[in-house]
């Protein structure tokens, strides 16, 4: 075993990534080599140092409410899908009645086709301000 | 027993899920905190990150391991993120703190060495910091990092190699400028 090798197989020594039959070809180049054995050391420290870094972590309590919180959260958007959904029907099929309806005078019926048409632009222009936005999209490199 | 209990969430269980939320709720958290460097936000990213996975689970494969899903979601959550905030976020040294648990004649090296390799984990490139933070804090094996990024694991050992080799050089360098 050369040296190159024998750095490549230390990281996975300390990781404990190397197999039985690829440790002893190491053991017995750290034996006799002395730069590797210096490499070896060093690579020891900079695993505990890794191993040592710690992020701040949330309480105990956010860990244990969690699955309970979410289940909530997910009823929440459960039951804000079926009333926003009846909603957009109810909304759809009074329109609907309102511009079949005879008894309806026109002038009513030309503020609320404005409206409704307004309503659509906006979210026309919203949708093709997304897209644009998108293609435009600063992480669009980043791999996912 | 990963297995059954993707099987059972598939059927509906919610107390099935709920135990698979509790035993990679802190690698999520700790994912969504690697990217986004704040603990409100990354608390927010988990939250974001189950409610998707309860929601297509039907359609995952339970012959696979349940992380590398998980994570690719989460990833992705981050990104969103931080797409709505037109912002990347900097590396937050002061907040990462060493592990209380070793000895004071331990910690007085580590201190030391924690500081320099923090600034040298800042300075590395994106895939080195992720590949490392995946290892280190997440404590996965090859197998499951490569799972993770979808990589062979040929892959995951190299890119690890140099993530190091381009960690020591850096902390090198900074050593030698003080």
Known sequence: ???????????????????????LPLFQHLSTCESCRNEYLEQIELHRSLKA?????????????????????????????????????????????????????????????????GFIILLSVSITDRIKESKNDNYKGVIR | MERKLIIAAKKGDREAFSRLVRTYLNKIYKTAYFFLKNVDDAQDVCQITFINAYRHIKTFNETQSFFPYLYRIAKNTCINHLRKKHSIPLPDPEQIESDPEYSPEQTAIKNYTIETVNRALARLPENSK?????????????????????????????????????????????????
Request: proline share 4%; aromatic share 12%.
């Open chain 1, 1 to 23: 075993m050369n040296c190159e090798e024998a750095r490549f197989k230390i990281n996975a020594l300390i990781d404990n990534e190397l197999s039985r039959e690829d440790a």
């Open chain 1, 53 to 117: 870094i710690k992020i701040p972590e949330p309480t105990d309590e956010w860990y244990e409410n969690f699955p309970k919180r979410l289940f909530r959260k997910i009823s929440g958007i459960g039951g804000r899908i079926f009333f926003i959904g009846s909603y957009i029907l109810l909304l759809a099929y009074a329109l609907y009645q309102l511009f079949v309806s005879p008894e309806t005078e026109i002038i009513l019926k030309i503020i609320i086709g404005g409206l409704a048409l």
């Open chain 2, 130 to 178: 992720e590949i490392l933070m995946l290892k280190y804090w997440n404590d996965l094996s090859y197998r499951e990092i490569a799972e993770a990024l979808s990589i062979p694991e040929g892959t995951v050992m190299s890119r690890l190699f140099y993530a190091r080799e381009k960690l020591k050089n850096t902390i090198i360098q900074l050593e030698d400028s003080k």
